[in-house]
């Protein structure tokens, strides 16, 4: 087998951040997707990686970053450009045929990042290959002039001339960034936020939850004492799978001290959701999300030293078994 060096791994480049409304439309075409037929010519076959045939005319440019569907996949379709996806890229320099992947191990669906992420620290283009696509699809993109970061682009291009020598290509020069494909596999979407059934608690002294239009929680705590055993809540209950004690787990949380009623951690402002097993979540998670289903939200307080607590509100996003 074939063995490729993944882009992020050569490059050393920093870790991704890992991540609309809850609800997505039924199909990518309702929500406004369409081909560019600029890449109509353009024929990707085989499985994702370095041997897959990526064919496309001699002298291939495109100044503007196009998107073309290979496959249409009838999963969940990305809305906002904050969702958690799992997605593999391969970029391809057509006239060497060098391929090259972003990250090792295709096909992961623990490896979840936001498109918004990705755009910011190195691929912009990636925000129009991604919008309205749908779990389960194969895209191919051009990066056009203005699709790579600066500083992304010209490791890329010095990547790619390496691979195409090293592969038998002994003069090629580093292809112009107008010249290079992606092929985009859309693994695995998650919704935004928690998408279950509100329920009604009616336990004296927890603090109170509102959601804004995003389903970003916002939290009251109440002049009172904090409970002196950890306090939980289901808020909203998922339709989704029980969680297993060897899932790995995608959240988005919100931590408030009970004290200062001052935000400690949201992985809403980072705009990276989690995803790890229940055991390394933060402290208190794993327990108040013992029996929790996918889509649910829940309301936990953790006590601490003093009278001290930790006030969390976590959305279940998704789960998948831990490799």
Known sequence: M???????????LAALALVGCSAAPETPETCGRADDSALASIDVSGDFGADMTVDAPAGFRSADV???????GDGPVIESMNQGVAFDVLFV??????????????????????????????????EDALACASEGSRIVASLGEDGVTEEFGAQLQSVLQQVGQAAGAGDAEAPDLDSVLLVIDVNRVLPAAADGTPVYNSAFGMPSVVRDTNGVPGITVPIADAPTEQTTQTLLKGDGAVLGESDAVTVQYTNVSWTSRSVTTSTWESGAPE????????????????????????????????????????????AVPAA
Do not use: H
């Open 93 to 126: 320099d057509p006239a060497t045929g060098a391929k090259i992947p972003l990250w090792d191990g295709p096909g992961s669906m623990m490896r979840v990042a936001t498109p918004t992420a990705v755009s910011q620290q190195m691929l912009p283009a990636i």
């Open 2 to 12: 074939r063995k490729t060096t993944a882009v992020a791994s050569v490059l050393g």
């Open 275 to 318: 995803t790890s097993a229940l055991a390394d979540l933060p402290e208190g998670f794993a327990e108040a999300l013992k029996g929790a289903t996918v889509g649910s939200q829940v309301l936990t307080v953790v006590p601490g030293e003093s009278g001290e607590a930790t006030v969390s509100v976590i959305d279940v996003l998704g």
């Open 66 to 72: 196009a998107v073309g569907d290979i496959v249409v």
